[in-house]
């Protein structure tokens, strides 16, 4: 089956300041790739995705990209601001059936 | 995105005992799944409730342990039976609005500990 990495598990950036986080999947079949944003005491928001046929794509201060032959793909915020700061999930799963499998998250402190 | 609305959003509860959490859909969906979250960790998908057949479990979780019931297209439950210390954890609802592409929508999620 699949299996997600996820990189770092924690991250500490200042205000302003661009985070990336990366991830790794085994399943070459894997072609949508998903990224949520938990924050305390809530349920996982997706904010992005990407699927297969693309290599980058962005909405405002948030970009995923995907390098299928390496097999990882990234999640890039830049101006990091306070609200940013949660635990940011990546995912992978192949088409024709919703069961992803996650990373196991990354922790993202941003400080005023 | 859907709304989806899970209860109980927390509980404490005695070992031993049985818990069931509701899930509701503000529009109707194929498939639904329930996630289990343990404190600190990532998300592991227990099984997917269909509607009109029964639920198809992931390795590690039975049917006797965590039955499902899928009684409509827009609602669902899960119980944790017998539970002990280790079945505290969140247990999040979440739906495939769009129908088979993976773009999950996660409920609150029920945050349940077990004493």
């Known amino acids: 089956g699949e299996n997600v990495e996820q990189h770092p598990s924690t991250l500490s950036v200042q205000e302003g300041d661009s985070a990336v986080i990366k991830c790794t999947y085994s399943?070459?079949?894997?072609?949508?790739f998903p990224w949520y944003k938990q924050e305390l005491g809530k349920g996982p928001q997706l904010i992005i995705d990407?699927?297969?046929?693309?290599g980058e794509k962005k909405d405002q201060r948030i970009a995923v990209t995907l390098n299928k032959t390496a097999k990882h793909f990234s999640l890039h915020i830049t101006e990091t601001q306070p609200e940013d700061s949660a635990v940011y999930f990546c995912a992978a799963t192949s088409s024709g059936y919703s069961t992803l499998t996650f990373g196991k998250g990354t922790m993202l402190l941003v400080s005023p | 995105s859907a709304v989806i609305s899970q209860k109980p959003s927390r509980d404490i509860c005695q070992r031993g005992t049985s818990l069931t959490i509701q899930c509701q859909v503000d529009s109707q969906v194929t498939m639904m799944f329930w996630y289990r979250q343990q404190p600190g960790q990532s998300l592991t998908l227990i099984a997917t409730?269909?509607?009109?057949?029964?639920?198809?479990?992931e390795s590690g979780f039975v049917i006797d342990k965590f039955p499902i019931s899928r009684p409509n297209l827009t609602f669902s439950t899960l119980t944790v039976s017998n539970m002990s210390p280790e079945d505290s954890s969140i247990y999040l609802c979440s739906v495939d609005r769009t129908g088979n592409t993976g773009e999950l929508f996660f409920g609150e999620g029920s945050r349940l500990t077990v004493l």
């Open positions: 990407i699927r297969s046929n693309v």
């Open positions: 399943d070459s079949a894997s072609n949508y």
């Open positions: 409730a269909n509607q009109g057949s029964e639920a198809t479990y």
